[in-house]
């Protein structure tokens, strides 16, 4: 049986290389983590660093197709395991995403709508950026963020210029901040025969930056439903995308769709796809990275998928394990430190019986206390 290599050992290569084995295939992890997620449930390759040519070569050589988790692995490391096998999705796919305004650039010349946006690398830029997105704005590095950090919010002009100090000497990208309604993001998958299939979009709720909740199928317009569906599908075909890859967006106060960001690998706000569906999102990811048939992507309940994130969501474990309904899916990781993901739980309803947000809370448990406060305003440092 072919072995698929995953690069990256956290929690996502971990639920890869699970459903790998679903699937009958043997996974090799390349992980700088010996005992991390992905290397306590598969065979594991470590490395010092995961640029390291020596390491890349001996991991490709053993493995019959690469694809990866971890997406600060340099694209040009991705290029030179693609020597060796296949690898999906693409270096050039992962360096567009990797940068925020090649990123934007690409889903510009795609016709995906976004928020306004504006180069920024010096002070000159940087006022030029305030005028044509106007305040409130969102400066951002273009490269390495996650969960927020490498993010100021800018509300008053005479603040700009201390939060372009906070972020320098790094590239930025000045966004006009949308006013949204909500975020949802979709799931898409391709294979490399052109078949595209899309998750249902979900909604998605941050706490501090992180990732709090998923509601699956987002309570939305169906037609919007459908625009993000489609709008995904195009991102995929432009990039000619082999694999799976989250798109997320903004609903605005009109109904309209803007584009944030995408990441092609299995996502955080894929996780309910794990209970929700017949074929998940790592399942549908390693059938187009290994070649095999997509089927299409079926929901069979709606679902709420709440992150564990640090020491105050594990303290609650014995709780989640005994309330009956949660399905937890824990990454082993040893240590529960501030606002680090820990594991997940789903929680099931028929199809189409989502509860509104006072059924969420209640649905919720033990696990609803953190999100009945409001959302906190302050800026989430670097
Ligand atoms: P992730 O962990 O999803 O990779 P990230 O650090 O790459 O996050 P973004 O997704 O760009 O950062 O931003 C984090 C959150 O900040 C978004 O989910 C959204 O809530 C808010 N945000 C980002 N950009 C904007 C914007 N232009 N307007 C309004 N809110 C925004
Ligand atoms: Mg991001
Ligand atoms: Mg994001």
């Not at 096998?85 to 510009?108: M, N, W, Y």
């Not at 990732?211 to 199928?217: I, W």
């Not at 009956?324 to 929680?347: D, T």
Request: hydrophobic share 45%; aromatic share 6%; proline share 7%.
């Amino acid at each position: 049986n072919a072995v698929i290599g995953i690069v990256g050992g956290g929690q996502l290569g971990r639920m890869s290389a699970i459903a790998a084995a679903r699937l009958g295939f043997r996974t090799h992890i390349l992980t700088t983590e010996a005992n991390g997620p992905a290397a306590q449930v598969s065979h594991a390759v470590t490395c010092g660093k995961y640029d390291d040519p020596v390491a890349l070569d001996a991991f490709a050589s053993a493995v019959d197709v690469v694809t990866f988790e971890f997406e600060n692995i340099s694209a040009d490391a991705l290029d030179l395991l693609a020597t060796h096998c296949p690898v999906h999705p693409s270096g050039h796919i992962l360096r567009i995403s990797q940068d925020r305004l090649a990123e934007k650039t690409f889903f510009a010349s795609a016709g995906i709508p976004l928020a306004p946006w504006h180069a920024v690398t010096d002070l000159k830029t940087l006022h030029e950026a305030a005028e044509k997105v106007c305040l409130p704005l969102i400066l951002k590095t273009t490269r390495n963020g996650y969960d927020g950090k490498g993010q100021r919010r800018v509300h008053h002009i005479h603040d700009l210029e201390d939060a372009f100090n906070a972020l320098a000497p790094h590239p930025l990208v000045a966004e006009g901040m949308v006013d949204f309604a909500c975020e949802i993001s979709v799931m898409v998958v391709r294979s490399a025969d052109g078949t595209v299939r899309c998750f249902d979009p979900a909604l998605n709720r941050h706490w501090n930056g992180i990732l709090d909740l998923t509601l699956a199928p987002a309570p939305i317009d169906p037609n919007i439903a459908a625009e993000a569906v489609k709008l995904a599908t195009t991102i995929a075909e432009k990039l000619e995308l082999v694999g799976i890859l989250g798109v997320e967006m903004f609903v605005d106060r009109t109904g309209n769709l803007l584009v944030n960001e995408m990441a092609p690998r299995p996502h955080n706000s894929g996780h309910w796809t794990m209970n929700a569906c017949p074929q998940d999102q790592f399942d549908m990811h390693i059938r187009a990275v290994a070649g095999l048939p997509l089927p299409h992507a079926v929901r069979h309940s709606d679902a709420i998928m709440k992150n564990l994130v640090g020491p105050e969501d594990m303290a609650l474990l014995p709780q989640i394990m005994a309330t009956q309904g949660f399905i937890p899916h824990l990454y082993g990781k040893k240590e529960a430190r501030v606002g680090r993901k820990m594991g997940h739980v789903n929680i099931l309803f028929p199809y189409g019986a989502l509860p509104g947000n006072l059924g969420i809370q209640d649905a919720l448990g033990p696990l609803a206390t953190k999100t009945a406060a409001p959302e906190p305003k302050e800026d989430t440092a670097a």
